[in-house]
C-alpha cells in the first residue's frame, strides 16, 4: 500500500507548503505549518458542486428585501448581544475558553425557544446524549423536549437537518465535525472550513439557524482558520475570569445587529442568569469616597455601562513603574506627559498603577478624564467628591475632546444616583439633567482647577 502523502497547512489562512517552513509562504504568520495528510483529488473533485448554484443578474432595486424576522431566545441579554435574538437562515459563531459556560448557556437557549413553540436540535460531538441529559437536570431543565444527536459526521448531519427541519440547531462543536470527503482529522484546517462552509449552505438554503461553537487558541483567538469568521454572519465571544462568577458575551462581528455590543451574565448553580444592571459590577462599594478612585461612563456597544477607575501612586525608584490594568499602558504614559506639561503635576518619580474594577477591558479614550482625575486624587491623597464622575479623550495639547453620545451617558449616570459630573464642554447638554450637576470644561488645567476647588 502506498504511503500517503503529507503536506503541511497554515493554521492561519488554510495555505499549502510540501516541506515545513518556519514562516507560511501565503500569509507570512510564523510557526503556523501543521503536518496533515494530503487530500485524494480525484475523491474531492466535485465535492463543491452542491455550493455552486447559479442565479441571474438582478439590480438592487429590483430585489424584494425586508428586515429580517427574529425570534428571542428567552434570555434578554443573549438576545441584546444577537441584535434582538435569532435570524431565519443566520449563522452564529460562539467561541470562549473551556468551562467558560458556552454549553451551558445554549442549552439553556434552546430549552427556552423549545418551550415557546420552536423546533430545537442539539449536535454534541463531544459529550453523549446521556451527559447532554445530566447537565440538563442540573440545570434544572427537567423534562425538556430538546431533540439531541451525538454525532460528528457532516453528511449525518446535513442528513438529520434535511428530515427533521429543526428552526434552530446547535453543533457543538464544530472541530469535532468531520467530514468523510477528505482524509484529515477531525479539528484539522482543512476539516473546519469545510464542514463550517456546508453547515453554512445548509442554513442559507433551508432557512435553519445554526449556532457553531468554536475552540479558542491559548492565546484567546478562535481556533482553526481565519476564514471561518467570514463565513459566519455573527461572531461571539465568551469573556470572563474563572475566578468570577460573571461572564460577558461579547460581540465581535453581527450582519443582523451592532457590534462591540456585550451581555452580562451570572454563572449559578441553576447555569447562567442575565444581569440586568451590569453597572454594579464594575463599582467597588465604599462607605465613603477614597483618594484615586473615579467613576467613569463607558460605552459597550449600544449600552452605555459605569465603570471605576483606580489608579495608585507610591515613590518609586530610579526607574518608576507605569502598569496599567483593563486600560492601554501605552496611552497610560501619554496621559501622564500631558498631566506633567499641561497641568503642572509631575510623577516622574512615582510609580503609577491604574486599574479598571470588575475585570473589564475599556478602548476608548473617553477614559482619559477619569484616569487623570484618578492619579491626581491619589498623588494628593483627596477623594472625589461623592457621586461625581467624569468622561472625555485628552489631546496631546492638554485639550478636552468630546466622547460620542454623551447625552445618553450623563442620563445613565443620573439614573444610577450620581450628582456631579466633569465632562468636555461640547458634552454639555442644553437641557438641565435632573439631579444632575454638570461642570463642562475645555482643557485639563481647567478640570484640575474645578476639582480641586470640589475636594
Known amino acids: 500500500m502506498a504511503k500517503e502523502k503529507t503536506v503541511y497547512v497554515c493554521s492561519d489562512c488554510g495555505g499549502n507548503s510540501p516541506k515545513w517552513l518556519g514562516k507560511c509562504p501565503a500569509c507570512n504568520a510564523w510557526n503556523t505549518l501543521i503536518e496533515s495528510v494530503a487530500d485524494n483529488p480525484s475523491a474531492i473533485k466535485n465535492r463543491f458542486a452542491a455550493l455552486a448554484k447559479t442565479a441571474e443578474i438582478a439590480t438592487l432595486g429590483e430585489i424584494d428585501a425586508v428586515d429580517m424576522a427574529r425570534t428571542p431566545t428567552g434570555h434578554e441579554e443573549l438576545d441584546r448581544v444577537l441584535g434582538g435574538g435569532m435570524v431565519e437562515g ?12 458556552k454549553s451551558t448557556l445554549l442549552l439553556q437557549a434552546l430549552d427556552s425557544l423549545q418551550r415557546s413553540g420552536q423546533h430545537t436540535l442539539y449536535v454534541t460531538g463531544e459529550e453523549s446524549g446521556a451527559q447532554v441529559a445530566l447537565r440538563a437536570r442540573r440545570l434544572g431543565l427537567d423534562g425538556s423536549q430538546v431533540k439531541v444527536l451525538a454525532e460528528i459526521q457532516l453528511e449525518k448531519i446535513l442528513a438529520t437537518l434535511e428530515s427533521t427541519r429543526p428552526d434552530i440547531a446547535v453543533i457543538d462543536s464544530i472541530q469535532t465535525v468531520y467530514s468523510d470527503q477528505l482524509s484529515s482529522a477531525p479539528g484539522s484546517v482543512a476539516q473546519v472550513r469545510e464542514c463550517a462552509a456546508h453547515l453554512t449552505r445548509a442554513a442559507k438554503a433551508s ?11 491559548k492565546e484567546g483567538a478562535l481556533a482553526g482558520p481565519r476564514v471561518l469568521e467570514h463565513m459566519v454572519d455573527t461572531v461571539l465571544y465568551f469573556e470572563g475570569d474563572t475566578h468570577s462568577s460573571f461572564r460577558l458575551v461579547r460581540a465581535i462581528k453581527n450582519r443582523f445587529g451592532a457590534v462591540n455590543e456585550i451581555g452580562v451574565f451570572a454563572m449559578t448553580e441553576k447555569g447562567l442568569k442575565g444581569v440586568s444592571n451590569p453597572s454594579a459590577i464594575f463599582l467597588s462599594q465604599h462607605a465613603e469616597p477614597v483618594p484615586g478612585s473615579c467613576v467613569m461612563v463607558t460605552l459597550e456597544g449600544t449600552r452605555p455601562l459605569l465603570v471605576e ?11 518608576p513603574r507605569r502598569l496599567s490594568v483593563g486600560l492601554d499602558r501605552d496611552r497610560l504614559a501619554m496621559l501622564l506627559a500631558v498631566l506633567h506639561r499641561h497641568a503642572g503635576v509631575a510623577c516622574m518619580d512615582q510609580d503609577v498603577f491604574v486599574n479598571a474594577v470588575g475585570g473589564v477591558r475599556i478602548s476608548e479614550p473617553a477614559a482619559d478624564l477619569a484616569v487623570l ?3 491626581t486624587s491619589s498623588l494628593r491623597g483627596k477623594p472625589l467628591p461623592k457621586g461625581f464622575f467624569a468622561f472625555g479623550e485628552v489631546g496631546l495639547a492638554g485639550e478636552v475632546r468630546p466622547a460620542p453620545r454623551g447625552q445618553e451617558r450623563l442620563r445613565e449616570a443620573a439614573k444610577l444616583g450620581f450628582s456631579v459630573a466633569l465632562v468636555p464642554k461640547a458634552n454639555a447638554p442644553k437641557k438641565a439633567i435632573e439631579g444632575l450637576t454638570i461642570h463642562a470644561v475645555e482643557r485639563v488645567e481647567q478640570a484640575m482647577e474645578l476639582v480641586r476647588s470640589l475636594g
Open 90 to 101: 443566520g449563522v452564529v459563531l460562539i467561541g470562549g475558553d473551556p468551562g467558560i459556560g
Open 207 to 217: 432557512g435553519v439557524s445554526i449556532v457553531l461553537v468554536g475552540h479558542v487558541t
Open 309 to 319: 477607575i483606580q489608579a495608585l501612586v507610591d515613590s518609586g525608584g530610579p526607574s
Open 373 to 375: 482625575l484618578a492619579i
